[in-house]
């Protein structure tokens, strides 16, 4: 697994992207005064378009991104310009981003109703925040991916690159496996990875480094409560599966796991 300069470059500006996105929206969230049913409408006009944006300059660099990839192999990229509408917004989740950035409130109120003392609730609330607004950053890059390659017929898979600086331990895994382009890549809340398309004879091989699979292991273990130091990476692809998420799609996880909420997955740590 070793990133191209391309792929670092493309990385780094996703990066930035990220990091303004989550600090702006998360200064809207922190900035309310009180956090009662009639200041979601205030969050959301400041927050919304900003998570909007940042969906729409990810959109960007992706497709210019799997342009270069495709030029680099001698052929024309695509000439239909990008539809944002299908990659962003509510296309991501098929719901109205409105009702899904009430959902950090309602975390918040529910922690109240708990009895949880209002710092302990807003972080909650904070927290299921940037997990739904990770999610959907990624959610971005991945619908651009498969709306961007339909239109690359020398383009069969999608493979992706572990960047590391966000927990990824799941998608050590699935980095060494490719899917069909038509397919929505799978991801976990917090994924970063990049991904890519390839044609049909790569191989993204099946070497995963110690580094990486001793941050396996430890997720393995405390997900499941159990580790087979000894077990070999091949053993990893039972475990390791991709959900179908009713709202968000493929998602990574552990056999056996199941969705109960719209979004009650955990993040990995
Ligand atoms: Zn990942």
């Known amino acids: 697994m070793t990133l191209t300069r391309r792929d670092q470059r493309y ?25 009662r049913d009639a200041d979601v409408a205030r969050f959301q006009r400041q927050a919304l378009p900003v998570i909007l944006g940042g969906q729409r300059t990810i959109a960007a660099l992706t497709a210019s991104y799997l342009e270069s990839l495709y ?13 944002m509408d299908r990659v962003t917004g509510r296309s991501l989740r098929d719901v109205d981003p409105a009702d899904v950035y009430r959902r950090p409130f309602v975390t ?22 940037e997990t739904i607004l990770k999610t959907d950053l990624q959610l971005a890059r991945t619908h651009t991916v498969r709306e961007v390659a339909a239109d690359m017929p020398r383009f069969t898979y999608t493979v992706r690159e572990l960047q590391g600086e966000y927990d990824c331990a799941l998608c050590i895994v699935a980095s060494t496996q490719r899917y069909h382009k038509r397919n929505l890549a799978p991801i976990h809340p917090g994924c970063d990875c990049i991904v890519k398309t390839v044609t ?70």
Do not use: C, M
């Open 71 to 83: 030029q680099e192999l001698g052929e024309q990229p695509p000439r239909r310009p990008l539809d």
């Open 200 to 269: 049909a004879d790569y191989d993204p091989g099946q070497i995963i480094d110690e580094a990486r699979l001793e941050q396996l292991h430890r997720v393995v273990e405390e997900a499941t409560g159990q580790s087979d130091r000894g077990a070999r990476a091949i053993d990893y692809r039972k475990i390791i599966v991709a959900n179908d998420h009713g709202e968000i799609g493929p998602v990574l996880g552990f056999a056996g796991q199941r969705f109960t909420g719209p979004d009650d997955i955990p993040l990995p740590t």
């Open 11 to 35: 990385g780094a500006q996703v990066a930035g992207v990220w990091t303004s996105v989550l600090g702006r929206v998360r200064r809207s969230w922190d900035g309310l005064d009180s956090w």
């Open 108 to 129: 918040a109120w529910s922690s109240l109703a708990d009895d949880e003392p209002l710092d302990v609730a807003l972080d909650h609330g904070a927290r299921r925040l």
